[in-house]
């Protein structure tokens, strides 16, 4: 046995209340267009809200380098991290901006802190994952002890 689409309930209950399947078809259009359109604006003022609060924390440092990373590894072993300065990402989605950041590193194969390992090319991400997910472990563990 089936189960009833969404659609098809609402069909089958305007239909006791309206003795014209064309119109409750019709209603049930407007309310599918509008509820498309109020989950469009949902998430555009969503990603608005997300990546203004992303690059206002990304954009604050005391160091004038274009990426402003307060985190990172030296020769590959110590890692020299600290939390984020401006905390309106983090508090928004409990995540610092720094491992998102480090995320995107290892998935275009950069190397955040300019150190490069002598590996072969197709092991990079892997090695990138490793260490910068490492930090970023480590970013995140010191961000929930002290604003949690």
């Known amino acids: 046995m089936n189960s009833l689409t969404t659609y098809q309930e609402n069909l089958m209950t305007l239909n006791r209340f309206i003795n014209e399947p064309s119109l409750s078809k019709y209603i049930l259009e407007i309310k599918e ?3 498309k359109e ?3 604006r949902f998430h555009i003022v969503l990603w608005s809200t997300l990546m203004d ?3 206002k924390s990304r954009d604050y440092s ?3 380098k274009p990426l402003n990373h ?3 590894i030296e020769d590959g072993k110590k ?6 300065r401006v905390l309106d990402f983090y508090n928004e989605t409990g995540i610092s901006f720094q491992s998102r950041e480090l995320l995107l590193a290892t998935l275009s194969h950069e190397n955040v802190d300019g150190y490069t390992p002598i590996i ?3 092991s990079i991400r892997e090695f990138n994952d490793h260490i910068y997910g490492s930090l970023s472990c480590k970013i995140m563990d010191k961000m929930k002890s002290i604003y949690n």
């Not at 890692?79 to 984020?84: A, K, P, S, V, W």
Request: charged share 35%; aromatic share 24%; glycine share 0%.
């Open 79 to 84: 890692y020299i991290y600290e939390t984020d």
């Open 38 to 40: 109020e989950t469009k």
């Open 53 to 55: 609060k992303y690059y």
């Open 33 to 35: 267009k509008e509820e």
């Open 70 to 72: 307060f985190s990172c």
């Open 120 to 122: 072969p090319p197709s």
């Open 62 to 64: 005391l160091f004038t």
